[in-house]
């Protein structure tokens, strides 16, 4: 059975809300796009989609010397299920899963990651959530059965849709540090 799974770090956002190129600000001196990626390559041994739009030139240069390629979504004004959906088509005749993380949640780690990797089993139909807070969101794991619905996406939705539909088989891992992202210059002070 192949269990090969692919990160995802949606990175293409304009943060409006941040004002300047979020993925680009610094924590304790890395970026956040550059810290998202190193825990997504630990986590998956370089195995990493990066999917940037705003600001792209500036953001890739960023990446220099990083493991994992990167995907532009030109359309990635129409919101976060555009890139979603081109991370997944250009995954999936390789990936029999992958892990949709966010560049604007810092407090992610490669052990998390790993813990949402190691709680799937290899079934084509699971997807493994973190709970956070009184929600689910990402990091999450979708196997290879969520992928025509992932690569189906419009609009600012993206695949926590998934998490109540009976076709799939939903887990969710509690890690309390993933309620923590980066909306605005103030949300980064406060760290």
């Not at 001196?29 to 999917?51: D, F, H, K, P």
């Not at 976060?80 to 997944?88: D, K």
């Not at 029999?96 to 998390?112: K, N, R």
């Not at 998490?163 to 309620?179: C, L, N, Q, S, T």
């Amino acid at each position: 059975m192949n269990r090969t799974a692919y990160a995802i770090v949606l990175a293409a956002g304009s943060a409006s809300r941040y004002g300047s190129t979020k993925q680009l600000a610094e924590l304790d001196g890395t970026s956040l796009i550059a810290r998202a990626v190193a825990t997504a390559n630990e986590a998956c041994e370089g195995r990493t989609v990066v999917v940037l739009g705003h600001d792209a030139a500036a953001v890739a240069a960023e990446l220099q010397g990083a493991n994992g390629f990167v995907v532009v979504n030109e359309r990635h004004g129409d919101g976060l299920g555009t890139s979603l959906a081109g991370a997944i088509k250009a995954v999936r005749h390789v990936a029999s899963a992958v892990v949709v993380m966010l560049a604007d949640q810092p407090g992610i780690t490669a052990m998390h990651i790993s813990e949402l990797l190691g709680a799937w089993d290899g079934d084509a139909g699971a997807i493994v959530a973190t709970a956070f807070g009184e929600t689910q969101g990402p990091p999450a794991l979708f196997a290879a059965d969520c992928f025509d619905d992932l690569e189906a996406l419009q609009g600012d939705s993206g695949g926590k849709h998934l998490f109540g539909d009976e076709r799939f088989r939903f887990r969710k891992i509690v890690f309390e540090p993933a309620a923590l992202d980066i909306d605005t210059p103030d949300d980064l002070r406060r760290i």
